[in-house]
C-alpha cells in the first residue's frame, strides 16, 4: 500500500524525527489559510506547494512548486487542484490531485544550498534481508546517478552502530553530526519495521544550518499483508487509491484475492497456485487472462457470489473459466453462488463458461449448474478446458 508524503510525514514525526512543517489542503481556499499558519509559525515568507499522488516525479512534472506570497499559493493550488498530473511514473493520462500539502520551505533562509541525500530502505528478497541503499548525490534523477552504496541488515542482529559510522563516512557528514545521525537512521529503521513497510524513501534528506538532519520528501510502502495490524489507522486507506482498478477496489472490500490484466478470459479458482497454473494454461491455448482471481480455501455462497460478479461486471471478458478443486470449499457451494451472481445481472451477454469442478459435492454441483441454463461447458481437465477455450476464441476471429 502507497501511503502519501503526507502520511509518511504523520510517522516519522511519531518516532520523533523532525520533518518540515505541512498542512494539507482540499481547495485554494484552504491553501491559503494553511499557508498563512505556516508562514507565522515558521517566520518565512515562501512555502512549497506539493500535489500528493502515488507517483515519482513530480518535481519535473510542475506537481511541486514554490509560493513566495498568498497570492501565490492560491494561484498555483488552483492550477493544481482537480488537474491530472502526468509524470515519468504515471500513464498519458497522469494522476488526478485531490489534495496538496502546504509546506514550509526548509531551503529558503539556508546561506547556500545545503547538500541534498538519498537514503532509503527496502526488502531484498534474493537477501532476505533489508537494506539501505544511500548516496551523497539525492534529489531529482537519482535513479540516473551510480554512486549508490548499500547496507545489508542482518534480520537478527539488527541495524549496527558500526554500519550507522560507515553509512554517514560514505556520506561525508562532518563527524560532529555522527551522533545526531546515529538516532535519526536508528529511528527511520525502526519506523520501518514498526509499520511493516516494503520501502521507506527519503529523497532529499538535507542538513540545514542549525546542522539540523531533515527528511525533505518521504515515500513510504506498507506491505498489504500487514495491515490488520495497523487497521485502526489505515484501514480505509485502500479505498482511496486512484492508481487502484475499480473492480480490485470492490474485491478488496470482500477479502478476495484479484488482480485486473488486460485479458479476455476470465477465471475464477480457489488457491493461488492452481490461479498460477489456469492462467499460464490460458496463455498456451493463446488466450490472455483478464484477471486473477482466488477465492481462497473457505469461501462461502457470498463471497463466491461477489467474485462471479466482480468478472461479469468486466466488459473485456469474453469467456469465464471456473476451475475449482473442491476441498473445504465444496463444488456446490460455488455453484450456487455462481447462480446467484447471474440472475442478479440484468443487460448481460451470454458469456460462455467453462467449468471444470473435481473434489467435494462435484456431481451435486453439476446438478445445480445443469438446472440453471447458464451457458456452460463441462471439462475434466485443464488441457480439455484449454481445448474448448482456444474453439470458442478461433470461432470468435
Sequence with gaps: MNLHEYQGREILNYFSIRTPKGMLAFSPEE?????????????????????????????????????KNLDEVYKKSKDLLGK??????????????????????????????????????????????????????????????????????????????????KIGFNLGLPKNLFSKFNTFL??????????????????????????????????MILDDNALFRHEKKYANIHYEYEDVNLLEKEAMKYDLNFIKLKGDVGCMVNGAGL?????????????????FLDIGGSADITRVEKAFSIILDDKSVQIILI???????????????????????????????????????????????????????????????SNKIKKILSSSL
Excluded at 494522476?95 to 529558503?108: A, C, M, N, T, W
Excluded at 537514503?119 to 539525492?138: C, F, M
Aim: proline fraction near 4%; glycine fraction near 6%; charged fraction near 25%.
Design 275 to 291: 490461479a498460477m497454473a489456469t492462467m499460464d494454461m490460458i496463455k498456451f491455448c493463446g488466450g490472455n487472462p483478464a484477471n
Design 323 to 385: 476451475n475449482i478443486f473442491g476441498g473445504i470449499v465444496r463444488c456446490d457451494t460455488v455453484a450456487k453462488g455462481v447462480i446467484n451472481s447471474y440472475s442478479k445481472k440484468i443487460n448481460i451477454n451470454n458469456i460462455p463458461i467453462i467449468v471444470r469442478l473435481q473434489g467435494t459435492n462435484e456431481k451435486k454441483a453439476k446438478e445445480i449448474l445443469d438446472n440453471s441454463q447458464l451457458p456452460i461447458y463441462y471439462t475434466n481437465s485443464l488441457k480439455e478446458a
Design 84 to 165: 491530472y498530473l502526468i509524470t515519468p511514473q504515471t500513464s498519458d493520462k497522469g494522476k488526478l490531485v485531490k489534495k496538496v500539502l502546504i509546506s514550509e520551505d526548509v531551503y529558503i533562509s539556508e546561506l547556500k544550498p545545503p547538500i541534498e541525500y538519498y537514503i532509503s530502505i527496502l526488502l531484498n528478497r534474493d537477501l532476505e534481508k533489508n537494506v539501505i541503499v544511500y548516496s551523497k548525490e539525492g534529489g531529482v534523477n537519482i535513479e540516473e546517478k551510480h554512486d549508490l552504496f548499500t547496507e545489508e541488515i542482518d534480520p537478527i542482529l539488527g541495524l549496527q552502530l558500526f554500519q550507522i559510522r
Design 186 to 219: 536508528k529511528n527511520i529503521y525502526q519506523s520501518y519495521k514498526y509499520y511493516n513497510s516494503l520501502l521507506l524513501e527519503i529523497n532529499p534528506m538535507i542538513i540545514n544550518k542549525e546542522n539540523e538532519i531533515i527528511p525533505v520528501d518521504i515515500k
Design 31 to 67: 491553501a491559503v489559510r494553511c499557508a498563512k499558519i505556516i508562514i507565522d509559525r515558521t517566520k518565512k515568507k515562501s512555502v512549497i506547494i506539493k500535489a500528493q499522488i502515488h507517483a515519482g516525479g513530480r518535481g519535473k512534472s510542475g506537481g511541486i512548486q514554490i509560493a
